[in-house]
C-alpha cells in the first residue's frame, strides 16, 4: 500500500484547507453560537448569505461534490485526506456540498436511482439546492440490529403505503430538506437480509409527520437536527421505491462503507484541530509559574494524541485503499475497525483539550464542546461500537475455525 498523495490529490488538499482557514474558520463564532439557542432559529443560518456565498465560491473553485468519484474522479483513498479538512470546521462539509447524510443520500441515488429519481432529486442535489435526511433508526426497538426493524411499506396497486416512526433522522430540521429516504419492512416471509425496501418520500406528503426535534447534550444543532418523525398511511407511486422492493439490505451496505471513510476522516480532522488548540493552550496558559505543558502530564497527553491520531488515520487509509481496490467485501473488517478507532480518539482527545482550557472548554468560545458532541454521536451512528466490534471478532475466529471437508 502507497499512501502517497496523487498529484490531483496534493493540489486539492493546498486549496481545500486555504479555502476553510481563509473563509470557513472566521465564521464560526457568530454561527456556532447561534446553533446552541434553547429555542433555536431554523432558518436564519440555512438562508445565511456568507454561507451561500462560500457555497457558489466553492463551486467556481471546482471544490464541489468530490466526494462522489464518478464526478470528482477520486477514490477513496485520494478523497480521505480532503475529508479530514473539512472536519476541521463543523461549518466545512455543506459548504462544499459533502455533508451527511445527503453524501450518502446522493451515493444511492446515483448508483441505485431510476432516472426519474436522479432528475427529481439527485440533480438538486449535486446543485446544492435542497438537503435530505435518513430514515432508519427507531425509537422502540434497538436499532443496531436493523433485522428488528418495524415500519412497514404495504403494496396496494400501484402505490406503496409507509407506516411507522423514526427517530434520529439527521438533516430533517433544514428548511431545505425537501426528500428523505425510509427504510421499512416490505415483506417479513422473505429472506432476512431481502425483507426491507428504500422509498424517496417528499417532505410535504401527507401522513409525514415531524413531531418534535431531538436535542444532543441539551442543543438542536440547527439548521439540521435531529427529528422524531412518524409516518401515517403515507401514500407514494411504485416509482418512489429504490432499485425494487426488497434491496434494503444491499442498498444500505453500498451506502455505508465509504460514507464511514468520510466520517472517520471528518473526526480526524476534529481531533487534529483539537490537539493543536490543546497544544497553543498549554503553551500560553500558565499555573504554579510554569506554562500548563510542563505541568504533570500534559506532555504525555500531547505526545500520546499524536501518536493516536497517526495511528487511527493509517487505519483509515487502509479500509479506503481497500475499498478502492477490493470492494466492500474486501474491507468489511477494517470498515468496522475504524468505526470503533476514530470516534473513540476524536473523544479521547477532544476532552483531553476541553481539560486544558478549564471552564473555557465547556462553553460555546471554542468549537471543542460542539466537536465533543459531533464525535460522541458517531460512537452510535452508523452502528454502536459493540456491533462493529462483534463483526470484527467474527471475521477473526472464522480464520480459525476449522475447515470442513
Known amino acids: ?37 434553547a429555542n433555536p432559529d431554523w432558518t436564519s443560518w440555512a438562508k445565511e448569505p456568507r454561507i451561500e456565498s462560500l457555497k457558489q465560491k466553492a463551486k467556481e473553485e471546482g471544490l464541489w461534490n468530490l466526494f462522489l468519484p464518478d464526478i470528482s474522479g477520486l477514490g ?52 446544492g439546492h435542497i438537503r435530505s435526511a435518513f430514515c432508519m433508526t427507531e ?29 434520529w433522522s439527521t438533516g430533517i430540521g433544514h428548511p431545505d430538506c425537501k426528500v428523505l429516504i425510509f427504510m421499512g419492512l416490505s415483506n417479513p416471509q422473505a429472506h432476512k437480509y431481502q425483507q426491507h425496501s428504500m422509498v424517496l418520500v417528499p417532505m410535504n406528503t401527507p401522513g409525514l409527520t415531524i413531531e418534535r426535534m431531538l436535542p444532543v447534550f441539551g442543543t438542536y444543532d440547527p439548521p439540521y437536527g435531529h427529528g422524531e418523525v412518524s409516518f401515517d398511511g403515507v401514500r407514494l407511486p411504485k416509482s418512489n421505491i429504490i432499485a425494487g422492493l426488497g434491496k434494503g439490505f444491499e442498498i444500505a451496505q453500498g451506502r455505508l462503507g465509504p460514507g464511514r471513510i468520510h466520517h472517520c476522516m471528518r473526526l480526524i480532522g476534529a481531533a487534529e484541530r483539537a490537539l493543536k488548540l490543546m497544544i497553543e493552550r ?4 500558565t499555573a504554579f509559574g510554569k506554562p500548563l505543558a510542563f505541568l504533570g502530564g500534559n506532555r504525555d497527553l500531547i505526545a500520546n494524541a499524536r501518536i493516536d491520531l497517526e495511528m487511527a488515520r493509517l487505519l483509515v487509509l487502509k479500509a479506503a485503499y481497500l475499498l ?3 470492494g466492500i467485501s474486501g474491507a468489511f473488517s477494517e470498515v468496522s475497525q475504524i ?13 483531553q483539550a476541553m481539560q486544558l482550557h478549564g471552564g473555557a472548554g465547556l462553553s460555546n468560545d471554542t468549537p471543542l464542546a460542539a466537536m465533543y458532541a459531533y464525535a460522541r454521536v458517531l460512537r452510535l451512528a452508523d452502528g454502536p461500537d459493540e456491533v462493529h466490534r462483534a463483526t470484527v471478532a467474527k471475521m477473526e475466529l472464522k480464520k480459525y475455525e476449522p475447515e470442513k471437508e
Open 139 to 167: 425509537p422502540e426497538v434497538a436499532s443496531s440490529d436493523a433485522t428488528n426493524m418495524q415500519a412497514t411499506i404495504t403494496e396496494e396497486g400501484d402505490e406503496v403505503i409507509l407506516n411507522g416512526r423514526k427517530w
Open 76 to 127: 477513496n483513498t485520494e478523497y480521505a485526506p480532503l475529508a479530514e479538512i473539512t472536519g476541521y470546521s463543523l461549518l466545512a462539509p455543506e459548504i462544499f456540498n459533502c455533508n451527511a447524510p445527503d453524501t450518502g443520500n446522493m451515493e444511492v441515488l446515483w448508483k441505485y436511482g431510476s432516472e426519474e429519481q436522479k432528475e427529481q432529486w439527485l440533480q438538486p442535489l449535486l446543485e
Open 324 to 326: 478502492d481496490t477490493k
Open 1 to 37: 500500500m502507497n499512501f502517497s498523495h496523487s498529484p490531483k490529490a496534493k493540489e486539492l488538499i493546498k486549496r481545500i484547507s486555504r479555502f476553510v482557514q481563509e473563509h470557513v474558520i472566521p465564521l464560526e463564532p457568530e454561527l456556532l453560537q447561534s446553533s446552541v439557542q
Open 339 to 351: 468505526k470503533v478507532v476514530a470516534p473513540a480518539v476524536a473523544c479521547r482527545i477532544i476532552d
Open 282 to 285: 498549554s503553551l500560553q496558559r
